[in-house]
């Protein structure tokens, strides 16, 4: 699976933004699509959001529930995050990742009991 991030940008805190991922491949493959996201210097990746193919709810990390809200189009195999009332600390890179059941051995990640896929990262800043 290829996973393609588009959007992001520079916004005012306050304001909205929002950020896609588009899947290509084994897309039928796919259990749960989410975002990670890596603030400035490089510090440990934060899991963001997630949602699972087929149906459930979705699960977000505190410090965004109420504000991001995380969706897909199965049809175009595309996630999207629409992120509001965006704050300074919210400036990071957002990096989708997506978890399979079927891939390359070096791939599977035994924390998600899958194959783990990562797009290249997008950034998204939000100035004070």
């Known amino acids: 699976v290829q996973l393609v991030e588009s959007g992001g940008g520079l916004v005012q805190a306050g304001g909205s933004l929002s950020v896609s991922c588009g899947a290509s491949?084994?897309?039928?493959?796919?259990?749960?699509m989410g975002w990670y996201r890596q603030p400035p210097g490089n510090g440990p990746r934060e899991w963001v959001a997630s949602v699972d193919n087929g149906g459930g709810s979705p699960d977000y990390t505190d410090s965004v529930e109420g504000r991001f809200r995380i969706s897909a189009d199965n049809a175009k195999h595309t996630m999207f995050l629409q992120m509001n009332d965006l704050e300074p600390e919210d400036t990071a890179v957002y990096y989708c990742?997506?978890?399979?059941?079927?891939?390359?051995?070096?791939?599977?990640?035994?924390?998600?009991?899958?194959?783990?896929?990562w797009g290249r990262g997008t950034q998204v800043t939000v100035s004070s």
């Open positions: 990742y997506a978890i399979t059941d079927s891939g390359d051995y070096s791939d599977y990640d035994h924390r998600y009991g899958g194959y783990l896929h």
């Open positions: 491949g084994d897309t039928f493959s796919i259990k749960t």
